[in-house]
């Protein structure tokens, strides 16, 4: 699936329930507030509250989800987005990331040059302010792809040195960078950053409180696996996590990953951020967004 597509509009609809030996239990959807911040987007339950954000928002809110995250808020009206953060503050929603930058077409961060780095520092700028209103913490960034003309110890420098600019700017609002490694080879190829070890060896160069991971479970399965390992060793400079299964990239149980284990691992680290539900669903309507509310019960059942 085009990670782009997410950026853009809501998925398209749809849920499955059994997988690989995982069995979701066939419960109510509970009014209760999960374990673990779970962070549907919008388009993922429009089949029950309809088109409206807000009245997405509510939904989300009446069946536990105390996360929300947006990909192209920064895309929005100044109105809806100040509508959405008034909504998400009343139902006592945290705001997970938006993309303030993603280039998947070209190089970028892995050269040194002023206009990159004006751009940069520019789209940063905009997104300290629109983290200030819609009280945002997290924002993604995608650092483009690679240069196969140049030696690739030169580009790693210079995304660290770029992302040193953009911490500049972001450190003062406490606005929080989140670099996400994709894979490169199913759905992104040609991208530069591409791996959690390479992402931890980034963060811990630039050394900022303002520069951290996006830890992508859907993505890191297919590049590399070792999911817990990978995270128990980068997890200081792990912030923020997004789920999706695989193959399929749709909700938790559709696939090969044991996610079950992963949340229960991940709450016993103490983990308080949002993990943002960045997947489709994988039957249409009503049934399959009940089937996605059934998934994550089963899954934070432990």
């Known amino acids: 699936m085009d990670r782009r597509s997410f950026m853009s509009v809501g998925l398209a609809a749809g849920a499955g329930v059994v997988s690989m030996g995982q069995t979701v239990k066939a419960q109510p959807a509970g009014k209760e507030s999960y374990k673990l911040k779970y962070a549907p987007h919008f388009g993922m339950f429009k089949a029950h509250a309809g088109e ?3 009245d997405q928002l509510k939904f989300m809110a009446d069946e536990g989800f105390t996360a929300m995250e947006d990909n192209g808020m920064m895309g929005r009206s100044k109105d809806m987005q100040e ?7 009343r ?6 990331v938006f993309v303030a930058y993603g280039e998947f077409g070209k190089p970028s961060f892995v050269h040194r040059s002023k206009e990159i780095r004006e751009m940069l520092v520019t789209k940063m700028k905009e997104a300290v302010e629109l983290s200030k209103r819609v009280n945002a ?4 960034l995608v650092p483009g792809q690679f240069d196969s003309r140049m030696e690739w110890d030169y580009q790693t420098a210079n995304v660290i040195e770029n992302f040193k600019w953009c911490a500049e700017v972001c ?10 490694p994709l894979n490169a080879w199913r759905d992104h190829p040609g991208l530069f950053l591409t791996k959690i070890p390479q992402a931890y060896q980034i963060c811990r160069a630039v050394g900022s409180p303002s520069c951290k991971i996006l ?23 792990i912030a923020y996590f997004q789920v999706g299964d695989n193959p399929g990239r ?15 691992h991940i709450h016993q680290k103490g983990f308080k951020g949002v993990i943002g539900m960045e ?3 994988s039957k249409p309507g009503k049934e399959g967004e009940q089937a996605v509310i059934q998934a994550y019960r089963s899954c934070d059942d432990f």
């Open 137 to 140: 913490t997290w924002t993604t």
């Open 91 to 96: 139902l006592g929603m945290t705001m997970g």
């Open 171 to 180: 450190e003062p609002s406490g606005l929080i960078m989140v670099m996400e």
């Open 52 to 54: 409206d954000p807000i």
């Open 250 to 264: 749709n909700e938790p149980t559709t696939g090969e990953i044991n996610f079950k284990n992963i949340f229960r």
């Open 83 to 89: 509508k959405i953060a008034r909504e998400m503050s």
């Open 279 to 281: 997947h489709g669903n």
């Open 215 to 237: 830890d992508d479970l859907y993505h890191q399965q297919v590049t590399e696996g070792n999911l817990i390992p990978n995270l128990d060793t980068a997890w200081e400079e």
